[in-house]
């Protein structure tokens, strides 16, 4: 589906986020609800406190070795959309267009809508309530607000990516003052000698590997995020420095405040608090600080999901924009303001979708069914770097990771893919992999078989007009040379 040029010529994406952006953009979305809220997941699925903080380094090391693999491949494939573009590049352009299909319409906005909730849930116990408001009164107030929220986002990702990455920057910012004021108020304790909880080991250890898979699910769902910059590399300043840079610096950061944080958990409750309690930083905060500053944390959280919320609906809009200028989705999508230079319509899509699921209500199964499915996508991307090795072998890399990092990799994602349907088989997995599927009722007639009609025209036409988008291009102008000699071998393969 394509449209004629609206009120300008083309336009395209700004560069206008540097390395520290990068850095917020990584950490700011990474670090979300959970680490405040309940990292008690992780700890029920393995059993023990030694064995919990175990899984937590490992699924942060093996986030990190994603993430090199990702920017390999964003230093070689240097146009935004992350998986969707190296997994087109590798495997063909059907596959990717079922990652964006899935991306766009199930994880990015449901997480959005998660994340915006807490947020409401926590902006609501800042004040809390002395009047007695009863459950459905409270159950609506947090949906406005999280609606609020996504909103507000919405205008500003449209408005300016600068202005994006200062809010990122800002949350990410807050959210490491609050764990640093955490992991003290921990350490206090633990010098006071408060050390039982972390005295009790490997007491209890889970010992089934596949069932162990849950525990390392619990927690890389609070690692999600560690992609993130990969979906927005055109607007990245000098990305073949600053993309890999700013995943080594990110990253590990991200894994020392998560270890931190849950050490100083562990330094102030006890084994069945962490197990039982669904706010443990206000608990914390509840042990340690007198009740005028307690409102510290809920404030914490705010800033923290935030961050998330911001970070995951930039991240959708820009796949929603990389998937329409390939052709895969109405090319409309793709179109970019002509004054503020952002994709318009990706951004409404992802506030539109998004706010549809905080209506929808409880969405958990969803959330837990489709992390599995991006498990499966994570695999195919890092399988795709190895196909590419193949494909491309006198391509220059400018950044390369050894080999034995995307197999270990590869193996990882196997185990957390196959695991999960040994230990606790549900048909709801088939269910996702049947949506995932469904995808193509839209690819067949529109994309493969390039069905016009006519009648759409005039109405993107009017649309142009209406929100002043143009035609959106791509050049060169800071990465590979060799783009287009890599999208000549991705056709072929088609």
């Given at each position: 589906m394509t449209t004629s040029n609206g009120p300008s010529d083309a336009v395209e994406l700004k560069r206008e986020v540097g390395l520290f952006g990068g850095i917020s953009f990584i950490v700011g979305t990474m670090i979300g609800s959970g680490i405040f809220a309940s990292p008690s997941g992780a700890l029920a699925a393995s059993g023990s406190v030694a064995l919990d903080l175990i899984v937590w380094g490992l699924c942060g090391l093996l986030c990190l070795m994603g993430a090199l693999c990702y920017a390999e491949l964003g230093t070689l494939i240097t146009k935004s959309g992350g998986e969707y573009q190296y997994i087109k590049a590798a495997f063909g352009p059907v596959a990717a267009y079922l990652f964006s299909w899935t991306t766009v319409v199930v994880l990015k906005p449901s997480a959005s809508a998660a994340i915006s909730l807490t947020f409401a849930d926590y902006a609501l116990k800042i004040f809390p309530d002395e009047s007695n408001s009863c459950e459905e009164e409270m159950v609506q107030t947090k949906r406005l607000i999280a609606i609020a929220v996504i909103w507000l986002i919405g205008f500003i990702h449209i408005y300016s990516v600068n202005l994006s990455n200062k809010v990122q920057s800002v949350c990410m910012v807050a959210k490491i003052l609050a764990i640093i004021f955490i992991v003290i108020l921990g350490l206090i304790k633990i010098i006071k000698g408060n050390t039982a909880t972390l005295a009790s080991g490997?007491?209890?250890?889970?010992?089934?590997?596949?069932?162990?898979?849950?525990?390392?699910?619990?927690?890389?769902?609070?690692?999600?995020?560690?992609?993130?910059?990969?979906?927005?590399?055109?607007?990245?300043?000098?990305?073949?420095?600053?993309?890999?840079?700013?995943?080594?610096?990110?990253?590990?950061?991200?894994?020392?405040?998560?270890?931190?944080?849950?050490?100083a958990y562990f330094g102030v409750l006890t084994k069945d608090q962490v197990l039982n309690e669904s706010a443990l930083a206000i608990v914390l905060g509840n042990e340690m600080l007198p009740k005028y500053i307690v409102w510290v944390i809920p404030l914490s959280v705010c800033f923290s999901t935030l961050g998330s919320t911001n970070g995951e609906m930039f991240a959708c809009g820009r796949i929603a924009y990389s998937t329409a200028r390939e052709g895969h989705l109405p090319r409309i999508l793709s179109f970019c303001h002509v004054d503020f230079q952002t994709p318009v319509l990706g951004v409404i899509v992802t506030v539109f979708v998004s706010t549809l699921y905080v209506l929808a209500g409880d969405f958990n199964d969803l959330l837990e069914y489709f992390s599995f499915a991006a498990w499966v996508f994570y695999f195919i991307t890092v399988l795709g770097l190895i196909v590419l090795r193949f494909k491309m072998p006198d391509e220059h890399r400018e950044f390369k990771v050894p080999i034995f990092i995307p197999v270990i990799f590869c193996v990882c994602a196997l185990y957390l893919i196959i695991a999960p349907l040994i230990s606790e088989f549900s048909y709801k997995y088939i269910g996702a992999v049947l949506f995932i599927v469904f995808g193509l009722v839209y690819y067949i007639p529109f994309v493969h078989f390039e069905l016009k009609l006519p009648f759409l025209h005039g109405v993107f036409k009017k649309i142009q007009y209406l929100f002043s988008i143009a035609i959106s291009t791509y050049h060169e102008d800071e990465g590979k040379g060799d783009q287009v000699a890599l999208e000549n071998v991705a056709e072929k393969e088609a």
């Open positions: 490997f007491e209890g250890s889970e010992t089934n590997v596949f069932h162990l898979s849950l525990a390392f699910y619990q927690g890389l769902f609070s690692y999600d995020g560690w992609n993130q910059l990969n979906f927005l590399t055109e607007e990245l300043k000098n990305p073949q420095r600053n993309l890999p840079l700013a995943i080594i610096l990110g990253i590990p950061l991200v894994m020392v405040c998560y270890l931190l944080m849950n050490v």
